[in-house]
């Protein structure tokens, strides 16, 4: 099973994303993660991503797609994986449709996750992330049990310097310019699923569940 995650910033692909990998025993393949990691280890491609990240702007697609291409041919890719703020152009997605061919293989569904603006800029002011595996809180919707710390690994919660208002704005915009032609790609290609993602948390995994289910059972 291959999946794509489709959202703003703030719409819950990382949040749904590490719940579902889980749940069906797939690779979860998220660009933003990869930089951050990168960042962390001091890398040239982690210092190169932080220029454009924190200006909330694209790291440019060359790079990008490189590193993906590179991770999803990862051996704990093989089972599947869902993909998480990747592709994010045009030119990404045609990139990944030619990795696939020559793999032989296909992405079966893209979910997209559809949040009000209003909405993101409220979860994205509100979120926590944790530093060693990744995994989004948020203050008021999904508090940790123990302040600071991750419910999951013990690890040291940090709000992302790119959350701050004006960069999360900028990531809203370039989101709604460069990304969202992609709804209408995937739709074209007749992969498109839509779920809702302003209810809880629960309820937006039991939709994406229903999809995923209805891809499993051949009723695309
Ligand atoms: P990336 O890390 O991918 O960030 P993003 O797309 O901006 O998305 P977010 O991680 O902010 O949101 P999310 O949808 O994962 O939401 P989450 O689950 O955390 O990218 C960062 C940067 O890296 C980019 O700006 C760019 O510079 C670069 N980059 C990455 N990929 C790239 C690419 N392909 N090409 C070029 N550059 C790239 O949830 C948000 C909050 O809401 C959390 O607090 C969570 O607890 C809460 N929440 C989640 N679901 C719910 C719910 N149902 N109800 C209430 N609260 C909820
Ligand atoms: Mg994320």
Redesign the pocket.
């Known amino acids: 099973m291959k999946l794509i995650?489709l959202?703003?910033?703030?719409?819950?692909?990382?949040?749904?994303?590490e719940r579902l990998s889980r749940r069906l025993g797939l690779a979860h393949v998220?660009?933003?993660?990869l930089?951050?990691q990168a960042q962390d280890r001091g890398t040239q491609l982690g210092l190169l991503?932080k220029r454009?990240?924190e200006k909330?702007?694209?790291?440019?697609?060359e790079i990008?797609i490189k590193m993906?291409e590179e991770r999803i041919s990862a051996p704990d890719c093989k089972r599947g994986f869902i993909l998480?703020?990747?592709?994010?152009?045009v030119n990404?997605a045609k990139a990944l449709d030619s990795a696939m061919e020559k793999r032989g293989a296909d992405i079966d569904k893209v979910l997209y996750?559809e949040v009000s603006s209003e909405e993101l800029v409220r979860?994205?002011s509100?979120?926590?992330?944790c530093r060693a595996c990744q995994t989004?809180?948020?203050i008021l919707?999904?508090p940790p049990k123990m302040a600071g710390k991750c419910d999951r690994c013990g690890g040291e919660l940090y709000q992302?310097p790119?959350?701050s208002e004006e960069t999360a704005r900028k990531?809203l915009d370039?989101?709604f310019s460069q990304t969202t032609p992609l709804i209408e790609y995937y739709r074209t290609q007749g992969k498109l699923a839509e779920v809702d993602?302003?209810?809880?948390?629960g309820?937006?995994e039991r939709d994406l569940l229903g999809v995923i289910e209805g891809v499993q059972t051949g009723g695309r």
């Open positions: 995650l959202g703003a910033p703030g719409a819950g692909k990382g949040t749904q994303a998220a660009s933003g993660d930089f951050r991503a454009y990240m909330g702007m694209l790291v440019p697609d990008t993906i998480d703020g990747f592709p994010r152009t990404q996750i979860r994205l509100g979120r926590w992330i989004p809180y948020h919707s999904s992302r790119d959350d990531r370039v989101y993602g302003q209810g809880n948390i309820r937006v």
